[in-house]
C-alpha cells in the first residue's frame, strides 16, 4: 500500500481528515444527546410514578365519583366487602350489564380492597402512559435519524459516489441458526434488509444495485429449502407488484439476471410482471441474480455470440477467423450488458470469496467483506464502503484509463 500512501489525491485527504472525523464527532453528539434526553424523561416522567407504586409518595385521594377503572372497582370491591350485594342484585347486573358482572365476580373472587384496586388501576395508567411514551420516543428516534443519515449522505457526497454497488447476500441461513429461527425466517428478515439497503444506496446518489439472490449451485441445497426460497420470493415479488411503494418513491427499475429457465413457472411469471410493470422507470435500477453464475453467463454469452456471427458468414466466400468473435461481442451479450461495472463489492459474514458472481465485471472495484451477517448489515457498514471507495477511486480511475489507452494502441 506504499504507492497509494505516496499517491494521495484531494479526495484521498478530504475523506481521512475531514469526512471521518465529522463523522465521529456527529456520532458522539448524537449519543450524548440520546442520553440525555433519555435522563430526562425518567427523572420527570418515571420516576414519579414508580414512587407512587412502591409506596415512597404520598397517594393521591380520588373522590368515589371519579370515573374510570378506580370507580367500578371500588364498587365492586365494597360491595364484596359489606356483603350488601344480594342474588337478586347479582342477577340483575347480569343481565343488564353481563361483561360488568363478569368483573365483579373476578375482583370478588380475589378480595381486593379498595387500596389494592387503586394500586392496579394506577398501574394500568402507567402501562398506558409507558406505551405513549414508547411510540413517542420511537418517532422522535425515527425523525432524529433520518436527520443524522441526511447529514451523513450530504458530508459524503463531497466526495465522489459509486455508480454500481453489488452485495452478495451471505449469512440469512446462520443469523437463522443462530436465534433459532427456521430458515426461511432467516430469509425473511434478510429482505427486510435488502429493503434498508436499497433505500440508504438511492438516497446517496447510487443508481445501479446488483444483489446476488440465488446462485446455479443453490439448486443443490435440500429441495424443501430450495422451493421455501422460491416461495418466499413469488411472495416478495407478489407484495411489491401490490404494493410498489419503494419502487415508486425512488422510480426503480427492475432487472433479472441468469438463467431464468430454471426457475418454476409461477416464480418466472412473477419476474415477468415485474420487469415489465417497472420497465418505464430510469432513475435507480435494481439488478437481482438469480440462478446465475459468471460461467453461466459466459457460456451464454458465447453461445448467442457464435449464433449472430454464424448468420453473418454464411453468405461470405472469405472469413477472417481471428476476429469473427471479439471482445465487443461478448459483453454485448452478456447478462449484464447495459449496466456499468460495479465500483464496490460487499460480501457480508466476513468470507473473502466471489462465489462465481460478477467475475468478468469486477476488474476494478472495491472488495469488502464486513464481518457481519446479512440480515445484520446497517448504515455504517455502507457509509465505511464508500469512504474506502473514495480513498482508493483515484487509483482504479488510472488503471482503467490505462487500460483504454492500451485497447486504443492495439486498435
Known amino acids: ?100 358482572a363478569i368483573l365483579r365476580q373476578r375482583w370478588e373472587r380475589q378480595f381486593l380492597s379498595p387500596a389494592s384496586a387503586l394500586e392496579l388501576s394506577v398501574k394500568i395508567q402507567i402501562k398506558k402512559v409507558c406505551k405513549m411514551e414508547i411510540e413517542t420516543l420511537s418517532k422522535f428516534f425515527a425523525y432524529a435519524y433520518e436527520i ?38 432467516g430469509h425473511q428478515v434478510g429482505f427486510l434488509a435488502l429493503m434498508s439497503v436499497l433505500q440508504y444506496c438511492y438516497e446517496l446518489g447510487v443508481k445501479y444495485v446488483t444483489v446476488y439472490a440465488f446462485s446455479v449451485d443453490n439448486f443443490k441445497r435440500n429441495p424443501d429449502e430450495v422451493q421455501l426460497i422460491m416461495d418466499l420470493m413469488l411472495e416478495k415479488i407478489e407484495a411489491l407488484l401490490k ?19 430454471l426457475l418454476s413457472s409461477p416464480v418466472r411469471e412473477a419476474v415477468e410482471k415485474i420487469v415489465a410493470a417497472t420497465c418505464g422507470n430510469s432513475e435507480a435500477v435494481l439488478c437481482i441474480c438469480v440462478a446465475y453464475s459468471t460461467t453461466d453467463e459466459i457460456i451464454h454469452a458465447v453461445q448467442e455470440s457464435c449464433k ?8 461470405k466466400s472469405s472469413v477472417n477467423l481471428d476476429s469473427v468473435i471479439e471482445l465487443g461481442d461478448l459483453e454485448k451479450h452478456m447478462y449484464t ?49 464508500i469512504l474506502e471507495y473514495q480513498r482508493l477511486c483515484s487509483y482504479f480511475n488510472r488503471k482503467k484509463q490505462d487500460r483504454v489507452q492500451e485497447k486504443a494502441l492495439q486498435c
Open 1 to 100: 500500500m506504499a504507492f497509494l500512501e505516496s499517491d494521495r489525491s484531494f479526495w484521498d485527504s478530504f475523506g481521512i481528515y475531514f469526512l471521518r472525523p465529522a463523522i465521529a464527532v456527529v456520532f458522539v453528539f448524537s449519543f450524548i444527546f440520546l442520553g440525555w434526553f433519555l435522563a430526562w424523561k425518567l427523572v420527570l416522567v418515571h420516576v414519579p410514578i414508580v414512587q407512587e407504586i412502591c409506596g415512597l409518595r404520598k397517594k393521591p385521594k380520588r373522590p368515589k365519583s371519579e370515573t374510570g377503572l378506580y370507580s367500578r372497582y371500588y364498587k365492586f370491591t365494597q360491595n364484596s366487602i359489606s356483603g350488601g350485594s344480594s342474588i337478586s342484585a347479582g342477577e340483575d347486573l347480569k343481565k343488564k350489564h353481563p361483561r360488568r
Open 148 to 185: 443524522f443519515r441526511r447529514y451523513v449522505f450530504q458530508v459524503l457526497s463531497f466526495g465522489p459516489i459509486p455508480q454500481h454497488i453489488a452485495f452478495i447476500m451471505d449469512g440469512n441461513r446462520r443469523f437463522a441458526r443462530y436465534w433459532n429461527l427456521n430458515p426461511g425466517k
Open 243 to 261: 404494493q410498489n411503494t419503494i419502487l415508486t418513491r425512488y422510480g426503480i427499475k427492475i432487472n433479472f439476471f441468469g438463467n431464468l429457465d
Open 308 to 315: 449472430e456471427k454464424l448468420g453473418e458468414i454464411q453468405g
Open 337 to 385: 450488458a447495459g449496466c456499468p461495472d460495479p465500483a464496490i463489492l460487499v460480501r457480508t459474514s466476513g468470507a473473502t470469496r466471489l462465489s462465481n458472481f460478477l467475475l468478468w465485471q469486477s476488474s476494478f472495484c472495491v472488495l469488502l467483506a464486513p464481518d457481519v451477517l446479512w440480515p445484520e448489515i446497517s448504515l455504517r457498514h455502507l457509509v465505511w464502503a
